[in-house]
């Protein structure tokens, strides 16, 4: 059983911070990848940011030079380091990892979401 657990959400004015985390636990053979999908109110689920094993590092362009991605391959954990927070970033931040199990099948998990708000 894979379990996909985030923290870090929460309320913030125009202009701070926040930095989410994100764990996989369980049994499984390796992580391709890891990354975060936020979904705004009424609308659908966007990219934000992927890391995968290989090094290769990916962001939507309107979080381009403010949102870091980062991960500890040790403790299976990817953070997203959100800095100069717009209105528009607020969402349901969901994270998102590509894993390999025990029987080297390829499956996609995802986290139970975070809140994430700016205010004005």
């Known amino acids: 059983q894979v379990q996909v657990v985030e923290s870090g959400g929460g309320l913030v004015q125009t202009g701070g911070s926040l930095r989410l985390s994100c764990t996989a636990s369980?049994?499984?053979?390796?992580?391709?990848?890891m990354g975060w999908y936020r979904q705004p109110p009424g609308k659908q689920r966007e990219l934000v940011a992927t890391s995968s094993s290989g090094g290769s590092i990916n962001y939507a362009d309107s979080v381009k030079g403010r949102f870091t991605i980062s991960r500890d391959n040790a403790k299976n954990t990817v953070y997203l380091q959100m800095d100069s927070l717009k209105p528009e970033d607020t969402a349901v931040y969901y994270c998102?990892?590509?894993?390999?199990?025990?029987?080297?099948?390829?499956?996609?998990?995802w986290g139970q979401g975070t809140q994430v708000t700016v205010s004005t």
């Open positions: 998102h990892v590509d894993l390999r199990n025990s029987w080297f099948v390829d499956h996609d998990y």
């Open positions: 369980g049994s499984f053979f390796s992580i391709n990848a």
